[in-house]
Nanobody, 124 residues
């Protein structure tokens, strides 16, 4: 079992930056590809991005390409989501998730473990 805990959410002005962290319990973090998803009020869960086991590969959703960056530190069992040039439409609860799937997938059902989410609010 893997437990994931997100942190770093909060209130930020449009155009600003925020960095989210997700720390995993256990010794097998490096065997999971990790993803970030988000869900805005009244909307479906949306893929934000994913990172491979060793961090060498990444994939992003179209709405965040060029603005968000995913990285990971396997020694610290942590994955990060650096969010720059934030827009009002980035307001959502952000979730990290882990998957044994070896490819970089945007499919939420492929992820086995989920954190509880951290809220990000972008104000004008």
């Amino acid at each position: 079992q893997v437990q994931l805990v997100e942190s770093g959410g909060g209130l930020v002005q449009a155009g600003g930056s925020l960095r989210l962290s997700c720390t995993a319990s256990g010794r097998t973090f490096s065997t999971y590809a990790m993803g970030w998803f988000r869900q805005a009020p009244g909307k479906e869960r949306e893929f934000v991005g994913a990172i491979s086991l060793n961090g060498g590969g990444t994939k992003y959703g179209d709405s965040v390409k060029g603005r968000f960056t995913i990285s990971r530190d396997n020694a610290k069992n942590t994955v990060f989501l650096q969010m720059n040039s934030l827009k009002l439409e980035d307001t959502a609860v952000y979730y990290c998730a882990g998957t044994r799937y070896v490819g970089l997938t945007s499919v939420a059902a492929a992820y086995n473990y989920w954190g509880q989410g951290t809220r990000v609010t972008v104000s004008s």
